[in-house]
């Protein structure tokens, strides 16, 4: 099986100039009526509430594809999917988690530096001293303590 490449290839091989013609009408008539163009890398838009509403009323109102409603708004594929299913995006919460994970990864973009955890920190060094002064009891189902060894 040739592809459409080859067969161009073999009909200008052959002198097929006509032919040709017809082959390159037929690729515009296919471009312009296209209704997602070929893909690209967008520029992300920041996601907001008010864009997550329009891409719910877009996806209410039309029989517009969650790709096609992307390239519309100017997002990517996979935020239209969160909005859609999950819906993520519809509250002007900050301390939403995607809101948070959007700020992280603007701040990990400007270099600023990683906010400390220290109230965090203090909780496992409690607990490994706890479990330090308790002693172990001999299990009767036999189970092996990386200590036994």
């Not at 009526?33 to 996806?59: F, N, S």
């Not at 594809?65 to 239209?80: D, L, P, S, Y």
């Not at 999950?86 to 994970?101: I, Y």
């Not at 400007?110 to 909780?123: H, I, L």
């Amino acid at each position: 099986m040739a592809t459409l490449k080859e067969f161009e290839e073999a009909l200008r091989e052959h002198g097929m100039n006509m032919a040709l013609a017809l082959l390159e009408r037929l690729r515009e008539r296919d471009r312009a009526t296209r209704t997602v163009k070929p893909a690209r890398r967008l520029t992300g838009q920041k996601m907001t509430p008010e864009l997550a509403r329009a891409i719910l009323d877009l996806h209410a109102s039309t029989g517009m594809t969650q790709q096609e409603i992307a390239f519309k708004v100017g997002v990517n594929q996979g935020r239209v999917n969160e909005v859609i299913k999950r819906g993520k995006w519809l509250s002007d919460d900050p301390h939403a988690p995607e809101a948070v994970a959007r700020d992280r990864a603007l701040a990990r973009l400007r270099g600023d530096p990683k906010p400390r955890k220290t109230a965090r920190a203090a909780k496992p060094a409690a607990r490994k001293d706890k479990a330090a002064a308790t002693p172990r009891r001999q299990g009767s189902q036999g189970q092996l303590v990386f200590g036994d060894l």
